[in-house]
């Protein structure tokens, strides 16, 4: 399927009411250029209108009936395609780094929510975007044996950048996701003025260089 990837997670109590929460997009590796596929960058808000959104509900909510899903929370993934909405994945469970994008962006405590609707009570869901929130995996565009890593401090200067973990050091091995391999770094981002936000994440890109012997790769 062509189209622009989205998910969102929803709570359903156990008489099977819905609650929805905001919708994030996500970018692959395809669309930022990279020769794999994986979930490069999550943002949320999602910049889609609210029949999209309207929509993109109905669709993981008419998912989760269709597998009986109840007490739970379900984490949906959708392309929105040309002829609509279509459903890639439903599984029941929390969202990857979900809690830190809803709690910055919206101030949502989706672990709470998670404990709240399996107990039968209406989980809190504000509205009010606060801040533009992004959770980006870093893989680097080559296989091979890191030799050096440049642009580090650059990542200091970034004041959007919340907080950095990093999953590959020099020494180690640089694998394509569609390989098995994992990401280099895993960055938050966030930040009031989404240009800024934008800006920051693109000289990460820029910047950010991982030397690679190609001859040392698995």
Known sequence: MGGEL???????????????????????????GYEDYFGYAHSTPSGLSELQIEKARETAGAACDAVGLMSATGH????????????V?????????????????FEINHIVNDFLIRA?????????CKKFASYVYYYNRKEGKV????GLNMLKELSSLIFIKRGIYT?????FAKHGGDPMFFMFFANED??????????MQREL?????PKAAI
Not at 171 to 175: A, D, P, S
Not at 194 to 203: F, M, Q, R, W
Request: charged share 25%; no cysteine; glycine share 8%.
């Open 120 to 128: 039968d009570i209406e989980p809190e869901i504000p509205t009010e």
């Open 76 to 87: 949906v993934e959708m392309i929105k395609t040309n002829t609509g909405w279509k459903i």
């Open 6 to 32: 989205y998910s969102l997670d929803v709570y359903v109590n156990s008489r099977g009411k819905k609650y929805y929460t905001p919708v994030v997009r996500v970018y692959t590796g395809a669309d930022v």
């Open 147 to 150: 030799v050096d890593i440049s």
């Open 89 to 105: 994945e439903l599984g029941p469970r929390i969202g990857g780094f979900r809690h830190e994008l809803y709690s910055t962006a």
């Open 194 to 203: 989404i240009d800024a936000l934008n800006e920051d994440i693109a000289k």
């Open 171 to 175: 020494g180690g091995q640089t694998v």
């Open 209 to 213: 260089e991982v030397t690679v012997d």
